[in-house]
């Protein structure tokens, strides 16, 4: 078979797949199919885009194509070691398959595509070209500053806004594509979107007004449902994959892409519920569930804008030796090392996992200590630290807790971001879908109105860090006075924040600096003169022009 003729598909035959090839007809082979395509979609990419590559079969015969037939693709660039790729089947019936492969520099690529199924086997060469384009590559762990991030390609330094979206893709289409457009708008360059969890309402977590509608269905199917109404017990096959909930992940990826937002994989939310987890403790970790994690990776990997989690609340139903097992298989199945990590409460065991490329947590700058004092430091990141206005009606009574506010969360985010850390919000989701006015959904689902403007605040503090090099600074409480948070590069630049207002008091280093205040509830600048100092010691600023919180930057000349 490998070594069949194999001639081209004319161009005007295929205007959009520049590459196609024919397999001759052959006689029939056990489990053989019977005719077979490969092209690919575009002569020449981006960096950092895809090049894909479709096998087609007609009349397929593998019992199951998820587990009885293996794609796989090997990219070389010229001059440059080859890379292999891991292959995906995206049809139920077994009539299609594809290999992408995201190149990272520019240059002359060939590639090597195989399907294998049994002793059959059909082998595809190509060719395409890696053009330098703006395109941002995957976030990465800074190596000079290795407590923050930067995308590849670029070099530029990250800094993490994100936002929090479980079931953002039990929305409809119209919907997905309305709320990633919103959440671009009001700065956030995450969200967080989990692939497999399902319940009744959003009564599970205490947000009663969030209900399931015509457009929202409140689960996400990673497996096809004997019983995909059953919420407690949806009859999954996970030796095969729902390809149609796979093809809408894939065009909210490509949205969130274009928009600039990376999107954090949850391979799991709620995982102790009923309906959720089709393994139990009794299969974890076995052959179906690595499956499910590999055919993760290998569709989505591709694409620049995806990170990694290996799950949500990892200990309420699974173990450490599970955790460290499924962080390794996607980086083993990730040709790109996408970052990655696990969310859960308490201590995080997984310091020293070279899988885990950062840290997330609930408290932040005793954690930042505790990371360096392992030698391996590693972004730290609070992902939860209670979503805005949540729980809406705590212990049966109908009033919010004004602990929770929006405005609290923002002071906390600038509290976190102060500890040379980083955070993760999430919207109130008392505004409902399906009850009251069906505008929101907030943290549950990623879907918001107008009058919810928590995240301005947040687009405000991205703005003002961005306005310097913030990766060079490191907190100084030791420098700081009573009241005031201090981040700083000794004699460089210092940022004081000042969350019950007064004065900002540190100690300075001598010399002339520019300084600056911020208001972090409009995003306003105010110069103030020259600040001059002739020796190391205590240095006060003006008062703040209100009882609200401020921000100092003060830069060397």
Known sequence: MDGTTVRPIARAQLPFLLCACLLAPAPPLAAAPALMQALQSAPSVECFDFVEVTVGLQHPDAPNPFTDVKVTGEFTREGGPPVRVAGFCDAEDGTLYRVRYMPSQPGNY??????????????????????????????????????????????????????????????????????????????????????????????????????????????????????????????????????????????????????????????????????????????????????????????????????????????????????????????????????????????????????????????????????????????QVNEEYGYEDHYPFPWGEKRLWPARIGDSRRRLAWEISMAGCYQTTGERANDGTGAGPDTGGGWVNGRGDDHMTMLIGYRHMAQFFTSFPWWTLDPHEELAGEGTLLLAEPGKRYVAYLPGSGAARFQLAPGSYLARWFNPRSGAWADLPEVVQSATGWWSSPPAADAGDWALLLEAK
């Open 110 to 379: 060939r590639y090597t595509v195989q399907l294998q199924q049994g002793k059959f086997s059909f082998k595809h060469e190509g060719r395409f070209t890696a053009t330098a384009g703006r395109r941002p590559g995957p976030v990465r762990v800074d190596p000079e500053h290795p407590l923050h991030f930067v995308r590849d390609g670029t070099g530029e330094h990250w800094f993490w806004n994100s936002t929090t979206a479980y079931q953002l893709l039990a929305w409809d289409e119209d919907t997905i594509a309305q709320s990633i457009e919103r959440l671009a708008q009001l700065g956030a360059n995450r969200i967080r979107v989990a692939i497999c969890g399902r319940t009744k309402d959003g009564t599970r977590w205490n947000e009663p007004l969030v209900r399931r509608t015509r457009k929202f269905a409140f689960k996400m199917e990673p497996w096809p449902a004997a019983r995909p109404d059953d919420i407690e017990d949806p009859g999954y096959d996970v030796s095969r994959f729902n390809v149609a909930f796979f093809k809408k992940a894939e065009s909210m990826l490509r949205l969130a892409r274009e928009r600039g937002i990376v999107v954090s994989i949850i391979f799991y939310v709620d995982g102790a519920d009923k309906g959720v987890d089709p393994f139990g403790k009794e299969r974890m970790g076995g052959p179906d569930e690595e499956r499910y994690y590999r055919y993760v990776t290998a569709r989505f990997s591709a694409f620049a804008n995806v990170m990694w989690d290996v799950t949500n609340e990892w200990h309420l139903f699974r173990d450490e030796a599970w955790v460290n097992r499924m962080g390794s298989v996607i980086k083993e199945s990730d040709p790109y090392l996408h970052i990655a990590s696990v969310h859960g409460h308490g201590e995080f065991p997984f310091r020293r996992a070279a899988w885990a490329d950062f840290a997330m947590f609930q408290f932040m700058l005793e954690n930042r200590r505790q990371q360096a004092a392992t030698g391996k430091p590693k972004p």
